[in-house]
């Protein structure tokens, strides 16, 4: 069956520094991978997307890499800072002929930026 | 800014009883969905709904669930008969033409 993980439940990383979290999957070939922030009692909130035929994606101080043949994605947060800490999440479709189908979701890396 | 919205923030009930759980989706958006999240879980998929009818359900979607488009803005969860087991956080999103999914802030249902 289809399973995604998320290697680290809770991550503490210096503030400043370079936090990398990662996203591994098996029996799934997604068409595109997506990353979410998540806030305690909120909704998910959309960050980036990869496609499959994509290496890396930047968004200001955000890069997400996707490496097909190993089923993993890296998302990385450069210059962390407090603000940034919050749960990951890691989510691949279910693509179908509708198009845009569900979202699988990880369980999620706990970030914490410590000043 | 666009967003999602959700009503009630937080529902209370007992076993047994009928719940709607209200959702307003980002106006131009054509594909609307549930998802639930129990407690210290990750997200898990209910539903997806495309031009009026429903396009995928997962196994958590069984026949005490139900969603409805009743107008050209809402979009609506019942669960018929409420378990304990349906406690949980639940999100509503929606997405237009891109792959990114918006989502609401959630209603957290809380079964007695």
Same mark, same amino acid.
């Given at each position: ?20 979290? $990662? ?5 799934? =070939?997604?068409? *595109? @991978? ?8 909120? %909704? ?33 947060? $450069? ?5 940034? =800490?919050?749960? *990951? @999440? ?8 509708? %198009? ?16 | ?112």
């Amino acid at each position: 069956s289809q399973k995604i993980e998320q290697n680290s439940e809770a991550l503490n990383i210096q503030e400043g520094k370079t936090a990398t979290l $990662t996203c591994n999957y098996t029996n799934y =070939s997604p068409a *595109y @991978l997506q990353w979410y922030r998540q806030d305690p009692g909120r %909704g998910p909130v959309f960050l980036l997307l990869i496609r499959e035929n994509e290496k890396e994606k930047r968004k200001e101080r955000l890069k997400v890499t996707f490496d097909t043949t190993l089923k993993q994605s890296l998302f990385h947060i $450069t210059a962390s800072q407090p603000a940034d =800490s919050a749960t *990951y @999440l890691c989510a691949l479709d279910g693509w179908s002929s509708f %198009g845009n189908e569900k979202l699988t979701f990880g369980t999620g890396t706990r970030l914490t930026i410590i000043p | 800014e666009p967003e999602v919205t959700q009503t009630p923030s937080h529902q209370v009930t007992q076993m047994g009883q009928e719940v709607i759980l209200r959702c307003v989706p980002i106006s131009n958006h054509l594909y609307f969905y549930w998802y639930r999240q129990i407690l210290g879980q990750k997200v898990e998929f209910l539903v997806s709904f495309y031009n009026n009818e429903i396009s995928e359900k997962s196994e958590i979607f069984d026949d005490q669930f139900s969603v409805e488009r009743p107008d050209g803005s809402n979009f609506t969860l019942k669960i018929r008969s409420t378990k304990l087991e349906d406690s949980a956080m639940y999100f509503c999103a929606s997405s237009g033409r891109g792959y990114e999914q918006y989502f609401g802030p959630g209603t957290r249902l809380t079964v007695t």
